[in-house]
Nanobody, 123 residues
């Protein structure tokens, strides 16, 4: 069993930056592909970014490509989401998730989830 804990959310003005962290415990972190999802009020949970087990492959939703960067440090059992040039439409609860093997854009395919961290971008 893997436990995931997100941190780093908050309130930021449009154009600003935030860095989210996802700390994992209870499993072999390097065995899991990691991803970030987000969910805004009244909307479905959507894929934001994913990273393969060894960091060789990263994937992004079109809406965040060029502004967000996902990374991981297997020695620290932590995944990160650097968010730059934030927009009000990025406002959501952000969740990290883990699954065996490869990244998938469908939230149903993920075995483990964090509790989420709120990101609010003001205009």
């Amino acid at each position: 069993q893997v436990q995931l804990v997100e941190s780093g959310g908050g309130l930021v003005q449009a154009g600003g930056s935030l860095r989210l962290s996802c700390a994992a415990s209870g499993g072999t972190f390097s065995r899991y592909a990691m991803a970030w999802f987000r969910q805004a009020p009244g909307k479905e949970r959507e894929f934001v970014a994913g990273i393969s087990r060894g960091s060789s492959n990263t994937y992004y939703a079109d809406s965040v490509k060029g502004r967000f960067a996902i990374s991981r440090d297997n020695a620290k059992n932590t995944s990160y989401l650097q968010m730059n040039s934030l927009k009000p439409e990025d406002t959501a609860i952000y969740y990290c998730a883990a699954r065996y093997y490869s990244v998938d854009a469908s939230p149903e395919r993920y075995n483990y989830w964090g509790q989420g961290t709120q990101v609010t971008v003001s205009s």
